[in-house]
Each structure stands twice: as structure tokens, then as C-alpha cells.
């Protein structure tokens, strides 16, 4: 006699883990220097160049050296990320995290005390070089969370970034050049030879206070060699397998892999449409400030600097505390992948809203509608930034192993690395072209960047419906 059970037993939602408060909140401390750091020099640094007299006179160049000030940072990372993430893997998350500091400190000051084009090329590079710290953080996040609490965790790195960018362009318009803000208090010929040595010293002492919050309160390793072994069921590759099998330890097998091992569909397929995201977002940021700077008769909003990063500044604290508060919310409803997607769907409509404010600045002029406008624009790349938080947790979840985070993450940031180098440039020179030749009515650069981002569509498709789940090792 067949018998069937009455009532079918439903799997129940796990419940969720709380975060590691202390760890978490250190990790975040030394995120919070990095945007602080790097961001601070953006509003002086056109001033700064004209000032070292490199352009002879002409204006128009000003914009080409600061770019690749800019890209330097970005260039000199995506050589040397994927060493100190692997790096890592091998000595832990902590030393590299201690060294990284010391570089964006060192490279702070020396970018202050910088007299040439070329003592800041080397300060650019320096920092860029020595900081790895991007990918190990992301590493050490997915090593602090589990599958219950991985979207809080996530959400907050680029929350923790808004904020920090934020801070960072009003204490560098703020503190550069105090001799002309507040002669009796910074007289002298040391702030006349160093007018920025202000904002860049008072950034290295944000990068010092983290230094020493992540050594007094003791900044745990998180390197999941020191977790229990785990071999999960469906791990594909010979050699990934071996590995798994040998009777040495995970420490001296994973942190050793060699790369290629890794380069499986499971792991390619997350850092693709990281790098494809980073590429957009990249592009987008370095269009909205040329834009509300352009001349009304070009298109542009001809907005003075103070709007401009009134509006920049406005973005980023919407940014941030609609991250803080909605993100992980919207991934318990939609799930990862949807919630994705919906950020990235958001891309081809803020292209769209360019045009349209160039034709309300046309047809009526910059008055209320444009604000309007303005603010739908902001609204929309708010939404489009979940995808950020998102791809992160795709990322992390794709490594067989937590020994393989930083190796992983490595790899991710260096491919996000060269398309953060490559993106402005891009993106400014085919806007540029698009006013000089009234190519599509000026406007062909929104239609030439909507199509990475139908890609963009289709291959965020292949990513896995659910993240994997690493709980138990």
C-alpha cells in the first residue's frame, strides 16, 4: 500500500545572520579613505596645472593633462591589482590592506608638495601601484557575510564610496589654496610654494587614522585558509579538482593556483559584466560634469562649477542612503540577478535624458523643467547603481573556494581597472566630436555608448539565477 505524507514539509527561509559589526565597520573605514583621498584633488586640479604653467598658455589643453592624471592611477593599478590580491591569498588580507594605506598616504603628500607635471605623474603612479586595496576588500566582505547577509554587506561598499566621494570634493574645493581663504592663519612661503598641500595633507591624515583604527582594533584575518576544508559537489577542472583532493593545505594549494585554472565560465561570466559595468559607469560619470558645463549654444547646461558639484554633491547623498536603506530590501524581493538587471536597464534612459535637456535648454531656455529633468536623471543612475552592489555579489559568489577570493577579485579588478583608464578618454573624445561635427544634432555619443549597453543586456543573461552557496566552508 503506497502511503503518501499529508502535509509536505516547505523549506523555510533561513533566517539571517548579523553582521560582524566591528569588522565590518573597519573594513569600511579603510574604504572611506580611498574616495576621500583620490576624490579631494578633482576640484583643484585643472587650477593646479594651469598654475605649473605646462599648457604654455592655452586652456584648451588644460583638459588632456588632467585626463591623464586621472587615467595614470587606473592604468598603474590594473598592472600591479592582481599581485597584491594574490598576494593575499598567500599572506593574508590585513598586510596588504596596511600597505595599500601606506601608498595612498605617501602618494597624497607627495602629490601636495608637487612643483612639476611630472613629480605628480609619479605621485599618481605611486598610488596607483601600491594600492591593491579595492579587490582585497571585496574579498575580505565576502569572507565576513554569508548568503543571509551578503547583500547588507555588499551594499555598503558603494554607499561607503558616495559618502566618501562627497567629502572628498568639498574638502578639496574647501582647503585648496588657504592662503588666499585665510591669510593670517597659513601665511608664509611654504603655503605660496604649496598652495594644495592642505587638502592633500589633511587626506593622508584621513588614510593615517585608518592605519591605526585597523591596527589598535585589530583588523582580524578573514583568509579563509584558516576555515574548515570544503569541496563542493560540482567543482569542474582537472586541476581546480587535484587541488581540492591533495592531502596539502588549502593555504599552500588555492593561494598557488595557477590563473588559468580559474578562467572558467562560472568565474568569466561575473567579472565580464563587471568590467562592462565599470566601462558604462565610468563613461557616464565623465559625461554628466562635461555636460552641465557645456555652453547653452552647444547643448549643455553652461552651469558654473559651484552648480556642478552642487549637483554632483547632491547625487551622492541621495545615492548613498538609497543604497543604505533600500538595497538589500529590494534584493530579498527581486533576487540578485533582477536586481541587476533592473539597475542596468537604467542605463539607456539616463542617455536619453541628455538629449532632452538639450532640447528643453533650446526650446525654453535652463529654467524648471530642465531641474526636473535633472532630477529624473539623478533618480534614474541612483537605480542603475544597484547593479554595482549586485555584480559584487556575483563576483565573490563565483569562486569555488574562499581561498580563491582575493586571486578572483584580483582579476576582476584588474580588467575594471582598465576599463575605468580607458572610459573618459573615450567618452570625452566622441562627445567632443559629436559638438565639433553636429554629428546626430551633437548628440551621436549617448547613441554610440547605448549599444555596450544592449550588450550589457544580453550578457548579464548568463549569469546564474541564484548565488552559490559557500556557507559551510
Known amino acids: 500500500m503506497e502511503t503518501s505524507p499529508l502535509l509536505h514539509e516547505t523549506p523555510q527561509k533561513k533566517q539571517k545572520t548579523p553582521l560582524p559589526k566591528l569588522q565590518i565597520g573597519i573594513l569600511m573605514l579603510v574604504q572611506l579613505a ?77 602629490f601636495g608638495l608637487s612643483t612639476s607635471f611630472w613629480t605628480l605623474v609619479i ?68 603655503w605660496a610654494k604649496y598652495p594644495y598641500f592642505l587638502p592633500c595633507a589633511v587626506a593622508a591624515s584621513v588614510v593615517s587614522v585608518s592605519f591605526m583604527f585597523s591596527q589598535i582594533l585589530t583588523l582580524f584575518q578573514t583568509l579563509g585558509t584558516k576555515r574548515k576544508r570544503h569541496v563542493p559537489s560540482d567543482t ?58 557645456t555652453p547653452n549654444y552647444l547643448g549643455g547646461l553652461g552651469f558654473a562649477p559651484q552648480a556642478v558639484g552642487l549637483w554632483m554633491a547632491l547625487f551622492g547623498i541621495i545615492d548613498g542612503l538609497f543604497q543604505a536603506l533600500f538595497f538589500a530590501k529590494i534584493v530579498d524581493w527581486l533576487g540578485p540577478k533582477r536586481t541587476f538587471y533592473t539597475g542596468i536597464s537604467c542605463f539607456i534612459p539616463v542617455m536619453i535624458t541628455f538629449p532632452v535637456m538639450s532640447w528643453l535648454v533650446f526650446s525654453r531656455g535652463v529654467d524648471y523643467m530642465v531641474s526636473i529633468a535633472l532630477l529624473c536623471q539623478l533618480l534614474l543612475i541612483v537605480t542603475y547603481d544597484m547593479a554595482l552592489a549586485s555584480i559584487f555579489m556575483f563576483v565573490t559568489a563565483s569562486a569555488p573556494t574562499k581561498n580563491v577570493l582575493g586571486a578572483i577579485n584580483g582579476m576582476a579588478q584588474m580588467t575594471v581597472s582598465i576599463a575605468r583608464a580607458l572610459g573618459p578618454m573615450f567618452a570625452a573624445s566622441i562627445f567632443a566630436f559629436s559638438k565639433d561635427h553636429n554629428i546626430l544634432g551633437g548628440h551621436a555619443v549617448y547613441v554610440v555608448l547605448c549599444i555596450p549597453a544592449v550588450g550589457m543586456l544580453w550578457l548579464a543573461s548568463y549569469l546564474p539565477e541564484e548565488l552559490q552557496n559557500r556557507d559551510d566552508e
Open 123 to 190: 605621485s599618481r603612479c605611486v598610488c596607483g601601484m601600491l594600492n591593491g586595496n579595492s579587490g582585497v576588500m571585496r574579498s575580505m566582505m565576502g569572507e565576513l557575510t554569508d548568503s543571509t547577509n551578503m547583500a547588507q554587506g555588499f551594499a555598503l561598499i558603494p554607499i561607503t564610496w558616495c559618502f566618501g566621494g562627497f567629502f572628498g570634493f568639498v574638502m578639496g574645493g574647501m582647503l585648496a589654496r588657504p592662503q588666499d581663504r585665510w591669510p593670517n592663519v597659513f601665511a608664509g612661503p611654504f
Open 236 to 293: 569542474t577542472g582537472d586541476q581546480l579538482s587535484e587541488e581540492y583532493r591533495s592531502n596539502e593545505s588549502p593555504s599552500e594549494n588555492m593561494a598557488t593556483v595557477p590563473l588559468r585554472s580559474l578562467l572558467t565560465r562560472s568565474i568569466v561570466i561575473p567579472i565580464a559584466n563587471q568590467t562592462f559595468l565599470a566601462f558604462l559607469d565610468i563613461c557616464m560619470f565623465a559625461l554628466m560634469p562635461l555636460f552641465y558645463s
Open 34 to 110: 580611498e574616495p576621500i583621498a583620490s576624490m579631494s584633488i578633482y576640484p583643484y586640479i585643472n587650477q593646479l596645472i594651469r598654475e605649473l604653467d605646462i599648457t604654455g598658455g592655452n586652456d584648451a589643453a588644460v583638459g588632456y593633462y588632467a585626463g591623464i592624471l586621472e587615467s595614470l592611477f587606473f592604468i598603474t593599478g590594473s598592472l600591479t591589482v592582481l599581485k597584491w590580491s594574490r598576494l593575499s591569498d598567500r599572506i593574508g588580507r590585513k598586510p596588504v590592506l596596511v600597505i595599500g594605506l601606506f601608498g595612498v598616504g605617501i602618494s597624497m603628500l607627495c
